[in-house]
């Protein structure tokens, strides 16, 4: 099993930054593939950003690339996503994810563990 928890979600104007934090525990975090996603009210859940073991390969939806990164720290077990120049349509439930065999990193439905998510809501 492996736990995790986000934070650092909040309510933020257009154009300003956000820092998403997911703390994991339980087995060994640097051995799961880690990915963001998102769901807005009425929506279905889109991926966001994704990392492997070891940081070696990232991958980005098309919306947010020069705007968010992703990026994990395996000595504290941590996963993050800076998130710049936030626009309206960012507003969503963010969510972070564990995947331990890691095929497709964009699909939802490969990943093992969930947190409870954490809300971003940008202003106009």
């Known amino acids: 099993q492996v736990q995790l928890a986000e934070s650092g979600g909040g309510v933020v104007q257009a154009g300003g930054s956000l820092r998403l934090s997911c703390a994991a525990s339980g087995r060994t975090f640097v051995n799961y593939g880690m990915g963001w996603f998102r769901q807005a009210p009425g929506k279905e859940r889109e991926f966001v950003a994704a990392?492997?073991?070891?940081?070696?390969?990232?991958w980005y939806t098309d919306s947010v690339k020069g705007r968010f990164t992703i990026s994990r720290d395996d000595a504290r077990n941590e996963l993050y996503l800076e998130m710049n120049s936030l626009k309206p349509e960012d507003t969503a439930v963010y969510y972070c994810?564990?995947?331990?065999?890691?095929?497709?990193?964009?699909?939802?439905?490969?990943?093992?563990?969930w947190g409870q998510g954490t809300q971003v809501t940008v202003s106009s």
């Open positions: 994810a564990a995947d331990r065999v890691f095929l497709t990193p964009n699909k939802d439905h490969e990943y093992d563990y």
């Open positions: 990392i492997s073991w070891g940081g070696g390969s990232i």
